[in-house]
C-alpha cells in the first residue's frame, strides 16, 4: 500500500515554529515531487510549498509564506520537512503532504489540478494562537 504520514503538527504561539515531516511507506520519495497543502475548515485546501524530485530539488512556495517556511529534503532518511517560522493564526489548519506523479516536471506544482497528485497522507494539524 502506498501512503504517506505527516508528523510534526501541534499548537504553538504566534512567531513560534514547527517542523512537519511527511514519510513513505511503499515507496521512496527521491523520484516524486512532493507538495505540503494547508486546508483551513470551511475553506479550499491550498499549496503552501512544494518539492521537485531529488535529482532536481527545485522549490516554490506561496506568497504568504515565502520568506517563513523552507521545504528541503533528508534524502538519507527519506523525508521531506516543512520548516514553518514566524506562525501567524491564518497559518491554522490541517497540513497533508502529497505526492506527484508527474514524470521529470521542470518545476513542482502547489496546483492540485496541475499535477498528478495520487497519494496523500492523512494530515497533521497546526493550531497557531494569537
Known amino acids: 500500500q502506498l501512503q504517506l504520514v505527516e508528523s510534526g503538527g501541534g499548537l504553538v504561539q504566534s512567531g513560534g515554529s514547527l517542523r512537519l515531516s511527511c514519510a513513505p511507506s511503499g515507496f521512496s520519495l527521491d523520484g516524486f515531487p512532493i507538495g505540503w497543502f494547508r486546508q483551513a475548515p470551511g475553506k479550499e485546501r491550498e499549496g503552501v510549498a512544494c518539492i521537485n524530485y531529488r535529482a532536481r530539488s527545485t522549490t516554490m512556495y506561496a506568497d504568504s509564506v515565502k520568506g517563513r517556511f523552507t521545504i528541503s529534503r533528508d534524502n538519507a532518511k527519506d523525508i521531506v520537512y516543512l520548516q514553518m517560522n514566524s506562525l501567524r493564526p491564518e497559518n491554522t489548519g490541517v497540513y497533508s503532504c502529497?505526492?506527484?506523479?508527474?514524470?521529470?516536471?521542470?518545476?513542482?506544482?502547489?496546483?492540485?489540478?496541475?499535477?498528478?497528485?495520487?497519494?496523500w497522507g492523512q494530515g497533521t494539524q497546526v493550531t497557531v494562537s494569537s
Open positions: 502529497a505526492a506527484d506523479w508527474t514524470p521529470y516536471p521542470f518545476n513542482c506544482t502547489m496546483e492540485v489540478a496541475k499535477g498528478q497528485y495520487d497519494v
